[in-house]
């Protein structure tokens, strides 16, 4: 019987489904200095992960008996891929699984900065009862987003979720995207009409110029996607969420973009320095904040189970 270790866990629906299948499933959580050894002392012959675990050259040169590496999620900068795949190890992710869940996040995050929710959740319960009229005053010059742009930079599956969302409420939308030069979204509705609209990747100081609202949907980066020159480029008052990777966007001159009031908001579930934020970014009083919770929906984790589940079938069983 094939072993599988799901380190960072895997939804129950995941878990029958390969159980079913003859497979036996260990969710215990093992830590990152004692995982090769209990793969090995386990007989584990694949191994599932999010973004916990790592999964680094060293890892695989020590268990000789994994034949898979499964990537709950999209990116798989927390695994050697291209040395798992050198030493004929399947490295399986799902990429289409939890594309919804974050665009959500996005909006919760866009419509946190326009309204205030972000500050007002913070300050309500200390001042709600005796500074009523005053904290109605320092929110009360909300904005809406329908009729506004939002730039995407990076146009993939969570880029073109996020794309169909906006769209859907009356937003315009532009993307830069070097790899996609052109999209054709359509957006079904619960009813079965279908929308369809086409989007052509713009260049990026267009989309800078041009957006209300930016947000960033791409791989690890070596180099910041936004900094300094980004920010001088925005529109004064333009928002930013960021629930891609953390190092996509330069925190400290971010900060320095909120404080000058030259962006108004920004939305993180990523960071730098994760998983412990700098204390400069969590108490800034102009920054909604998640703890990386992107694709962390019940029906995103499920489709996620499922789908690692019919990959291994297909790859092991």
């Known amino acids: 019987?094939?072993?599988?270790?799901?380190?960072?866990?895997?939804?129950?629906?995941?878990?029958?489904?390969?159980?079913?299948?003859?497979?036996?499933?260990?969710?215990?959580?093992?830590?990152?200095?004692?995982?090769?050894?209990?793969?090995?002392?386990?007989?584990?012959?694949?191994?599932?992960?999010?973004?916990?675990?790592?999964?680094?050259?060293?890892?695989?040169?020590?268990?000789?008996n994994l034949k898979l590496i499964g990537r709950g999620g999209v990116g798989?900068?927390?695994?050697?891929?291209?040395?798992?795949?050198?030493?004929?190890?399947?490295?399986?992710?799902?990429?289409?699984?939890?594309?919804?869940?974050?665009?959500?996040?996005?909006?919760?995050?866009?419509?946190s900065g326009v309204r205030f929710l972000y500050d007002s959740n913070r300050n309500m319960p200390l001042d709600g009862?005796?500074?009523?009229?005053?904290?109605?005053?320092?929110?009360?010059?909300?904005?809406?987003?329908?009729g506004k742009t939002l730039?995407?930079?990076?146009?993939?599956?969570?880029?073109?979720?996020?794309?169909?969302?906006?769209?859907?409420?009356?937003m315009k939308v532009i993307y830069h995207d070097p790899f996609t030069q052109s999209v054709r979204l359509v957006l079904a509705f619960y009813d079965g009409q279908q929308l369809s609209f086409e989007l052509k990747s713009e260049d990026m100081d267009g989309l800078l110029t041009n957006a209300d609202f930016i947000t960033i949907h791409v791989p690890a980066q070596k180099e910041y996607v936004l900094g300094k020159a980004e920010f001088t480029k925005m529109k004064k008052g333009a928002g930013i969420v960021n629930a891609a990777r953390g190092g996509v966007i330069d925190e400290i001159e971010l900060l320095k973009a909120l404080d000058a009031g030259h962006l108004s908001f920004a939305g993180l579930d990523v960071f730098e320095s994760e998983p412990r934020p700098e204390i400069q970014i969590l108490m800034h009083s102009k920054i909604s904040l998640t703890p990386h919770i992107g694709a962390a929906t019940q029906e995103a984790q499920n489709r996620i189970g499922q789908e690692l589940a019919e990959q291994i079938k297909k790859l092991l069983g």
């Open 1 to 64: 019987m094939t072993k599988i270790l799901a380190n960072d866990g895997i939804s129950n629906s995941g878990v029958l489904e390969l159980e079913a299948s003859g497979f036996e499933v260990l969710t215990t959580r093992v830590a990152q200095e004692q995982l090769a050894n209990f793969i090995n002392d386990n007989a584990i012959e694949a191994l599932l992960v999010r973004s916990a675990t790592k999964v680094p050259k060293e890892i695989i040169d020590a268990c000789p």
């Open 76 to 111: 798989m900068d927390n695994i050697d891929v291209a040395y798992a795949k050198e030493k004929g190890i399947h490295v399986i992710n799902t990429p289409a699984a939890s594309s919804e869940s974050v665009a959500e996040l996005v909006f919760a995050h866009l419509f």
């Open 129 to 146: 009862d005796n500074k009523f009229k005053e904290l109605k005053k320092a929110y009360a010059s909300g904005a809406e987003l329908r």
């Open 151 to 170: 730039g995407i930079i990076g146009m993939g599956r969570i880029g073109q979720a996020t794309a169909k969302i906006a769209l859907g409420l009356g």
